[in-house]
């Protein structure tokens, strides 16, 4: 199976900063990736479709980048309602896999 | 609006059975492939299983396969998901999940139900 390692797993910033989660891939998965947000006691929310393109409704803020083993989720300006937990999907092999999740807290 | 509404969890001992159920509105179901991903008690997203548009392919997850069975009713806009040889490790919140693409696989989810937990105890 693919494993996809995010990092950092925790991470604490400010409203007004600019964030980078990564996601790596354990082999390459070209641009099958999925980026999702899950706040507290909520369902996750997808924000990036194969890999970089911004789902209908999100805020232009977030972006993603990346192909082959290397990702990124990059939030230009964190705003409050940003605070939650973010998942790289990957679903270019069976089983499809989730990266371990990163935890993004308000310093 | 899309909404998907997950039902039939509960307290089950373990090597039991349970059927969960989703219920689907404000979008032509029979167009999309349909998917379950669960969620441990404080941990990470796991996919279980998904169906195509017409059930013509089925996939699972190592995990479950050969004791879980996914299945759809289109005419009544609704997925199921039938568990039987439950382990303790199955305990989870269960989502119903949408998957992106219109008659085709993307393994991409759009839009969730709220969850139905499922407890594997004795």
């Known amino acids: 199976a693919i494993q996809l390692t995010q990092s950092p797993s925790s991470l604490s910033a400010s409203v007004g900063d600019r964030v980078t989660i990564t996601c790596r891939a354990s082999?390459?998965?070209?641009?099958?990736l999925a980026w999702y947000q899950q706040k507290p006691g909520k369902a996750p929310k997808l924000l990036i479709s194969?890999?970089?393109s911004l789902e209908s409704g999100v805020p232009s803020r977030f972006s993603g980048s990346g192909s082959g083993t290397d990702f990124t989720l990059t939030i230009s300006s964190l705003q409050p309602e940003d605070f939650a937990t973010y998942y790289c999907?990957?679903?270019?092999?069976?089983?499809?896999?989730f990266g371990q999740g990163t935890r993004l807290e308000i310093k | 609006e899309v909404q998907l509404v997950e039902s039939g969890g509960g307290l089950v001992q373990p090597g039991r059975s349970l059927r969960l159920s989703c219920a689907a509105s404000?979008?032509?179901?029979?167009?999309?492939?349909m998917h379950w991903v669960r969620q441990a008690p404080g941990k990470g997203l796991e996919w279980v299983s998904g169906i195509s548009w017409n059930s013509g392919s089925i996939g699972y997850a190592d995990s479950v396969k050969g004791r879980f069975t996914i299945s759809r009713d289109n005419a009544k806009n609704s997925l199921y998901l039938q568990m039987n040889s439950l382990r303790t490790e199955d305990t989870a919140l269960y989502y119903c999940?949408?998957?992106?693409?219109?008659?085709?696989?993307?393994?991409?989810?759009?839009?969730w139900g709220q969850g139905t937990l499922v407890t594997v105890s004795s």
């Open positions: 999907q990957q679903f270019n092999n069976y089983p499809i896999t």
């Open positions: 404000g979008f032509t179901f029979d167009d999309y492939a």
């Open positions: 999940a949408k998957d992106r693409w219109v008659q085709l696989w993307s393994y991409q989810f759009d839009c």
């Open positions: 194969d890999a970089s």
């Open positions: 082999q390459g998965i070209s641009s099958t």
